[in-house]
């Protein structure tokens, strides 16, 4: 193969197609040179892209909110056929189609063999933990391109058991990379149980997933709150009651409308820290969901937090946000003895039994969150549309696999 197409980001609201080279089983010289390591990684693999998704998390750096540079590929939701192995790949054959946890992982250090796959040491010189097509994530090649390179495939690739099943499935499928365990996580570790009451911020796919997520483990009602009037029809579709942020009306006043109380055992934030203010024109206040959790959480619930929040936003509304520090009432939730969990999800400790939930039929997650196929071509409009808050997931489809 002599080449590879990638989406990158040129600057504030532009991506673009670009050819690059092919992908090699080589590790990026950043990380090979900050821990010492060769270049050559046996353990890896070679895919070729079957599905790849845009993201929430793409959007923040394609709006500029992140310290991300001109050139950044993008990319970290990604399924794909093996067309080569290294020599130490023992289980993982060219043809499997498998999905990618948008985590790297070594499945070696301290932190992989706790489960805490999204906090590995050993994929990136900046800070634990990396992920494909991230600004400060280790340098890794982005996913939304015609092939990308995955180290410690053994360790990393969920191998789909059966090829014709997982065509089938694909657009169910293709969450498992981030968003379905993503908001499965957010809804675990906010607590949701049998007979939970749940309060969703935001209904973005993750918002929708959490949602979705957050029934299959047995609520009685979730509730997701947005101000996008077609995102939250989109979540009505599939059984959740919803709120409206811009109508004025008291967060808790809305939730006790529906529940018969102004509070919730179980909550999660799916927005993070482009969370804006309640009413109609409201401005960006990046604190306004953390706070809204902690308002209609009941005393000892937990809040999950898969909403993204950064170290380093230029576009931060003062000089605290621009560094990720921003006006939680933590006095609120320690007053209420509420758990907080945040963090990049672990998508392992996940993806297989999801994958099962999917291949069964229980989870229909590619309605939930309106997948949408759209080709390699047409990133840049799936880009523009989902910025203005189209209810839709868009899937990139590089090779014309999708039935």
Request: aromatic letters at 6%; a negative charge; proline letters at 5%.
């Amino acid at each position: 193969m002599s080449g590879n197409r990638v989406v990158v980001y040129k600057g504030p609201g532009q991506v673009a197609i670009e050819s690059v080279d092919y992908p090699k089983l080589e590790l990026p010289s950043e990380v090979a040179n900050h821990f010492g390591l060769k270049p050559q990684a046996p353990h890896a693999a070679i895919l070729k892209l079957v599905t790849t998704n845009i993201c929430g998390s793409d959007q923040h750096m394609v709006r500029g909110r992140t310290t991300a540079p001109v050139g950044q590929t993008l990319g970290h939701e990604i399924t794909g056929e093996v067309v080569e192995v290294g020599d130490d790949v023992l289980f993982v054959k060219e043809g499997d189609i498998c999905s990618v946890p948008f985590n790297i992982a070594c499945g070696r250090c301290r932190m992989c063999n706790e489960g805490k796959t999204g906090i590995c040491l050993n994929v990136n010189p900046a800070r634990a933990g990396a992920a494909y097509g991230y600004v400060d994530m280790g340098g890794w090649l982005g996913g939304q391109a015609e092939y990308v390179m995955i180290p410690y495939a053994d360790f990393n690739l969920l191998k789909f058991p059966d090829r014709g099943q997982a065509l089938e499935k694909i657009l169910d499928l293709t969450m498992l990379s981030d968003i379905f365990p993503t908001g499965y996580h957010g809804a675990v570790t906010a607590g949701v149980t049998t007979g939970s009451t749940v309060y969703v911020a935001g209904a973005g796919p993750v918002g929708l997933a959490a949602a979705h997520s957050a029934q299959l483990l047995g609520a009685s009602v979730v509730i997701v709150g947005d101000m996008n009037a077609e995102r939250l029809a989109q979540a009505t579709s599939f059984g959740c009651e919803t709120v409206d942020l811009s109508s004025g009306t008291d967060l808790p006043e809305m939730i006790a409308q529906i529940v018969g109380e102004p509070e919730v055992d179980a909550a999660v934030d799916a927005v993070g820290f482009e969370a804006r203010g309640h009413g109609a024109g409201a401005g960006e206040a990046p604190a306004t969901v953390l706070n809204d959790l902690m308002t209609v959480a009941r005393a000892g619930a937990s809040l999950g937090i898969p909403g993204l929040y950064v170290t380093g936003d230029p576009g931060g509304i003062d000089e605290n946000a621009k560094i990720g520090q921003i006006g939680v009432r933590l006095g609120l939730g320690w007053a209420k003895s509420h758990s907080f969990t945040t963090g990049q999800c672990p998508v392992k400790r996940y993806n297989r039994q999801l994958m099962n939930l999917i291949l069964s039929g229980r989870a229909q997650i590619a309605k939930a969150v309106n997948a949408t196929t759209i080709s390699l071509d047409d990133a840049p409009q799936g880009y523009e549309e989902f910025d203005k808050g189209a209810a839709r997931k868009y899937v990139i489809d590089p090779h014309g696999m999708v039935a």
